[in-house]
């Protein structure tokens, strides 16, 4: 079964960037179903017929209303977005994100048909107090054994942006260990400092279901090397 290939663009990138990317990123179509770009918010309407599916980068939890600043799921599939990140590390730390308000950006992107991209992982200090185990249950616990459909990306802290990656073993524990907590299929990706050189051996060695990838995806043909092994 071919794997999940996640772009995630952060805050980077201008439209001209962007269009650059495109035209320099050369997949075959027969796998750009499986390559996903989480751009910002603002350029995802002008791609939408790129041939990509398109991701958001966070949504609201709140379906509409008096909540300036905020983007709501049905914006998002308005602009073309069929999938959409959700508990990144870093809006759960900048915009003080709890798993309760997580769990109900799921709903609502549920209810507009999106499907989620939840990410867990764990910091240093986490890692280091052999806590990993009982950081990534209690991110997950907003989900009940019976959800179905869901896709988890786990992204160790520590290992994004870092040129740190944990070892084979490490990964396909923890991935083993989410799989084993739900009683229903899920996907379950693995994120933080992929690059070309690392993402077949992590595709091959461990039991992920596909990659999320953030400072190598800003490099089209970078990116595309990885996407090709999907
Ligand atoms: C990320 O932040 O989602 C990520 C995977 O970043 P990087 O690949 O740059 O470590």
């Known amino acids: 079964m071919p794997k999940l290939i996640v772009a995630n663009f952060k805050m980077h990138g201008t439209q001209a960037f ?23 918010a603002t350029y995802l309407a002008s791609f939408r017929d790129y041939g990509l599916c398109l991701s958001g980068q966070n949504v609201s939890s709140m379906e509409k209303g008096a909540f ?31 798993n309760e308000s997580i769990h109900d950006k799921y709903l609502q992107l549920k209810d507009a048909n999106i499907q989620s991209i939840f990410c867990v992982g764990e910091s240093l200090e986490v890692k280091e107090s052999k806590m990993t185990e009982s950081h990534l249950e209690d991110q997950l616990s907003a989900f009940d054994n019976d959800s179905e459909g869901l896709i988890i990306a786990y992204e160790p802290i520590w290992a994004i942006g870092t040129g740190l990656v944990p070892t084979i073993s490490e990964i396909t524990e923890v991935v083993t260990n989410i799989k084993e907590r739900f009683n229903n299929p899920v996907k379950v990706l693995y994120g933080g400092s992929v690059n ?5 051996n992590l595709l091959e060695k461990t039991n992920i279901d596909g990659l999320l990838v953030g400072g190598a995806s800003l490099n089209p043909q970078e990116f595309a090397k990885i996407a090709q092994l999907c």
């Open 18 to 40: 962007i269009e650059d990317w495109f035209t320099n990123f050369p997949l075959e179509k027969a796998l750009s179903k499986h390559v996903v770009v989480a751009l910002p």
């Open 68 to 98: 300036t600043s905020q983007i709501s799921a049905e914006m998002l599939k308005d602009c073309g977005a069929s999938y959409c990140i959700i508990g990144h590390s870093e809006a759960r730390e900048q915009l003080n994100e709890s």
């Open 196 to 200: 070309a050189s690392n993402a077949q």
